[in-house]
């Protein structure tokens, strides 16, 4: 099984088609396809402009990795293909940020959880939900409050 370290760098890699775009790449969280589970991310384009203001677009595409190794499985736009109900023409306030601040060995607490409950899924197909919930309730918990929706509907 690939860390999710490493996967993550597969999905920056993966993004927009590997433009040069200045963009985002989301945590990744559990996504359900057909019976299965498979990794997942959204990616949101910005330029300065938008970044100094503190308003951000909705996410612009995600992407759905395989569970093992992070290979792609598929990139799709959200205009085409959405994972989210959230309007296209409203601009989010990022400049709220959450009052909960990680450190780098929180990150990699964060990732272990996340790599053990896949590692769990892949060996026993079976979903250890209490401690995905923790995961995602902790990053949720750092992201500004107006991206956090994304982050759920993407999730299982």
């Excluded at 023409?89 to 896949?118: H, N, P, Q, T």
């Excluded at 899924?121 to 107006?146: F, H």
Aim: hydrophobic share 35%; glycine share 6%; aromatic share 10%.
């Amino acid at each position: 099984m690939t860390s999710i370290i490493e996967i993550n760098r597969k999905a920056g890699s993966f993004s927009l088609g590997g433009a040069k775009t200045p963009h985002s790449v989301s945590w990744p969280v559990l996504r359900k396809k057909g019976s299965r589970l498979v990794i997942a991310y959204y990616t949101t384009a910005y330029n300065k402009e938008k970044l100094d203001s503190g308003l951000m677009p909705r996410p612009m595409e995600w992407m759905e990795l395989d569970i093992r190794d992070g290979n792609l499985i598929g990139r799709y736009d959200c205009r085409a293909e959405d994972f989210s109900k959230q309007p296209f023409d409203k601009m989010y306030d990022i400049s709220k940020k959450s009052g909960v601040r990680i450190d780098a060995a929180a990150v990699e607490s964060l990732y272990k959880m996340f790599d053990s409950v896949r590692k769990a899924y892949i060996e026993n197909k079976m979903l250890d939900l209490l401690m995905y919930r923790k995961y995602l309730n902790t990053v949720c918990a750092v992201i500004p409050e107006s991206y956090r929706g994304f982050l759920k509907e993407l999730s299982v």
